[in-house]
């Protein structure tokens, strides 16, 4: 529109035209001319009457509210709706003390409009990805415990309600974990005494998938009501994926919930992985709508456990995220495997070296022995394991797991 408009002019064009017509500095215009306008209807010598003809002239004034309003409303549909956009608040809880010690996140990675994750200031957020579950946080399982000593070197998965775990060398020897939690595998503590789960659960309505920990006394802890985690090297603290929300990092008994990066671009993220070392948390990470990235971009990214080093689409793949799960690192901290499009592979630690291992078929959930010799996986529903170049593939006779699995990391 010309600059040589009058105010008035301008408005009425806006209006008539739409947003996509406004110049970049309508709104402050509008703030400005506001005050004096009203000023001038309230003074000057001509008032509208309270109550005129049906048909006068709409007032200056009025189609500056108007305007403001619409101005407004645009903003806050932009935050609603605009991938990636976040709105923080300062002057946030500090959470109370735990035993448990779960890193101090430096100042926040969180998601900006270009669709990258940045370090925002402290506080608080409009709302806690990371608060307490809406449901029982502990809660009795229905089974009575099981022998932590018995399934070293084992692989847990499900199999209808109930979580099994096998010897993959003998898979006759198989024995129940819990019976009712119809919750899949995704990692085991390091000192193979506890599992995470991610499933329905009990205590909870039928089909949220919590983030669960099942000790092997029988009880069970709801650490969130969404997404799925990665126990720490000392196995005292879990990181998971809140989808819409971030990643969080919690004492694996629930305490303690806090923010580690905070992302609204999509609810995809997910599958976060903590290296063996404890240096580093991997995960699948989703943008959409970058202008650094494109459209829609997937990869995989990292960030340490105190919230710095951030190396975002470390690895790009290709499509975006969809059958895309399962990402674990080998026990040397050298590689990690995942599944994308129903075949597995494996890349470097740093990103590099991307190897398709699977060529065929359904092929997901890969999971790595205690030595790193071989990598379990999920083919066309039946347990398999196979070298980490993906030769010599064997099949577990009689064991047919209904989601991910799990290889207890203690030989």
Same mark, same amino acid.
């Given at each position: 529109?010309?600059?040589?408009?009058?105010?008035?002019?301008?408005?009425?064009?806006?209006?008539?035209?739409?947003?996509?017509?406004?110049?970049?500095?309508?709104?402050?215009?509008?703030?400005?001319?506001?005050?004096?306008?009203?000023?001038?209807?309230?003074?000057?010598?001509?008032?509208?009457?309270?109550?005129?003809?049906?048909?006068?002239?709409?007032?200056?004034?009025?189609?500056?509210?108007?305007?403001?309003?619409?101005?407004?409303?645009?903003?806050?549909?932009?935050?609603?709706?605009?991938?990636?956009?976040?709105?923080?608040?300062?002057?946030?809880?500090?959470?109370?003390?735990?035993?448990?010690?779960?890193?101090?996140?430096?100042?926040?990675?969180?998601?900006?409009?270009?669709?990258?994750?940045?370090?925002?200031?402290?506080?608080?957020?409009?709302?806690?990805?990371?608060?307490?579950?809406?449901?029982?946080?502990?809660?009795?399982?229905?089974?009575?415990?099981?022998?932590?000593?018995?399934?070293?070197?084992?692989?847990?998965?499900?199999?209808?309600?109930?979580?099994?775990?096998?010897?993959?060398?003998?898979?006759?020897?198989?024995?129940?974990?819990?019976?009712?939690?119809?919750?899949?595998?995704?990692?085991?503590?390091?000192?193979?005494?506890?599992?995470?789960?991610?499933?329905?659960?009990?205590?909870?309505?039928?089909?949220?998938?919590?983030?669960?920990?099942?000790?092997?006394?029988?009880?069970?802890?709801?650490?969130?009501?969404?997404?799925?985690?990665?126990?720490?090297?000392?196995?005292?603290?879990?990181?998971?994926?809140?989808?819409?929300?971030?990643?969080?990092?919690?004492?694996?008994?629930?305490?303690?919930?806090?923010?580690?990066?905070?992302?609204?671009?999509?609810?995809?993220?997910?599958?976060?992985?903590?290296?063996?070392?404890?240096?580093?948390?991997?995960?699948?990470?989703?943008?959409?709508?970058?202008?650094?990235?494109?459209?829609?971009?997937?990869?995989?990214?990292?960030?340490?456990?105190?919230?710095?080093?951030?190396?975002?689409?470390?690895?790009?793949?290709?499509?975006?995220?969809?059958?895309?799960?399962?990402? *674990? !690192? &080998?026990? %040397? @901290?050298?590689?990690? $495997? =995942?599944?994308?499009?129903?075949?597995? /592979?494996?890349?470097?630690? #740093? +990103?590099?070296?991307?190897?398709?291992?699977?060529?065929?078929?359904?092929?997901?959930?890969? *999971? !790595? &022995?205690? %030595? @790193?010799?071989?990598? $379990? =996986?999920?083919?066309?529903?039946?347990? /398999?394991?196979?070298?980490? #170049? +993906?030769?010599?593939?064997?099949?577990?006779?009689?064991?047919?797991?209904?989601?991910?699995?799990? !290889?207890?990391?203690?030989?």
């Amino acid at each position: 529109m010309s600059g040589s408009r009058t105010f008035d002019e301008r408005l009425n064009a806006w209006l008539e035209e739409g947003p996509d017509a406004a110049p970049s500095d309508l709104l402050g215009a509008i703030l400005t001319e506001l005050p004096r306008v009203a000023n001038e209807r309230r003074f000057g010598p001509f008032r509208y009457p309270r109550f005129g003809p049906a048909r006068r002239p709409v007032p200056l004034l009025a189609r500056l509210l108007g305007a403001a309003a619409v101005v407004v409303l645009a903003v806050i549909a932009s935050v609603a709706l605009m991938p990636g956009l976040q709105i923080q608040f300062g002057g946030g809880p500090t959470p109370s003390p735990t035993s448990t010690p779960i890193p101090t996140p430096i100042p926040t990675p969180m998601r900006t409009l270009d669709g990258r994750l940045s370090p925002a200031p402290k506080g608080s957020f409009a709302f806690d990805p990371c608060g307490p579950p809406q449901y029982p946080t502990a809660f009795s399982a229905s089974g009575t415990g099981f022998d932590a000593g018995a399934v070293r070197g084992w692989i847990a998965y499900r199999s209808g309600t109930s979580i099994m775990a096998t010897d993959p060398a003998n898979p006759e020897h198989t024995i129940v974990l819990d019976r009712s939690l119809q919750a899949d595998p995704t990692s085991w503590s390091p000192d193979g005494s506890r599992l995470l789960l991610v499933g329905a659960g009990i205590g909870s309505p039928e089909g949220l998938p919590s983030v669960l920990v099942l000790e092997s006394k029988g009880s069970a802890i709801r650490l969130a009501n969404w997404g799925s985690g990665s126990f720490s090297r000392d196995g005292k603290t879990v990181v998971y994926s809140v989808p819409g929300g971030g990643l969080c990092l919690a004492g694996s008994d629930g305490s303690a919930p806090q923010l580690l990066a905070f992302d609204l671009a999509e609810p995809l993220d997910g599958g976060p992985a903590w290296s063996p070392d404890g240096s580093l948390i991997a995960w699948l990470d989703f943008v959409e709508d970058s202008p650094v990235y494109g459209h829609h971009a997937f990869g995989l990214s990292f960030i340490r456990p105190d919230g710095s080093g951030l190396r975002q689409l470390a690895l790009r793949l290709p499509g975006e995220g969809d059958g895309t799960a399962g990402l *674990t !690192w &080998s026990p %040397d @901290g050298a590689k990690l $495997a =995942f599944w994308s499009r129903y075949q597995v /592979y494996v890349v470097d630690a #740093d +990103g590099s070296g991307l190897r398709q291992i699977t060529t065929d078929g359904d092929n997901r959930w890969p *999971t !790595w &022995s205690p %030595d @790193g010799s071989r990598i $379990a =996986f999920v083919r066309e529903g039946k347990l /398999y394991t196979m070298n980490p #170049d +993906g030769t010599d593939m064997r099949a577990v006779p009689g064991v047919a797991p209904d989601g991910s699995i799990a !290889w207890n990391p203690v030989p």
